[in-house]
């Protein structure tokens, strides 16, 4: 499968400021380069190096526009955004995107693709048995390679 590490995982809340200044001021995480996505949030990385893309990503929940977060991750009951149940995803780095795609297949598993935009990443979310969210990251070369971007 190709997996080269944990890439990040990510909390979703309704107190952004909340989370940014734990993470911060607390753990020692600075908040850096985040995409430009169509909800709020902050990725916190653990170095000056941005290449892996954090260690931690707050998803911030806008209660007067929350489309943009609900057409990307989903929508989820803020109920239930406590303890473990606030654990958006867990994500990793990969390669092999063609042998993923070909499981999937093989499995007829339900997956979501997409391009990060500007971070040359090629996203496949799929849903674990007990219901956590996979998300697996691939250069955008090899979705290139295979038409798919």
Do not use: C
């Not at 809340?13 to 909800?39: H, N, Q, V």
């Not at 954090?54 to 007067?64: C, F, L, P």
């Amino acid at each position: 499968m190709g997996i080269r590490k944990l890439g990040h995982y990510s909390i979703r809340t309704g107190d952004l400021e909340a989370s940014r200044r734990f993470y911060t001021e607390m753990l020692g995480l600075r908040e850096g380069f985040r995409p430009p996505f169509k909800f709020p949030g902050i990725w916190l990385y653990d170095s000056n190096d941005e290449a892996d893309f954090g260690v931690v990503h707050i998803i911030g929940i806008d209660a007067n526009d929350p489309q943009g977060l609900k057409d990307y991750l989903g929508d989820k009951d803020e109920a239930s955004l406590f303890g473990t149940g606030a654990v958006d995803h867990v994500a990793f780095l990969a390669t092999d995107l063609a042998a993923m795609r070909a499981r999937l297949h093989e499995r007829a598993l339900d997956y979501t693709e997409r391009t990060v935009p500007s971070l040359g990443l090629y996203q496949v979310f799929i849903t674990d048995p007990s219901g956590v969210t996979i998300e697996m990251n691939y250069p955008h070369a090899e979705a290139r390679a295979l038409g798919l971007a």
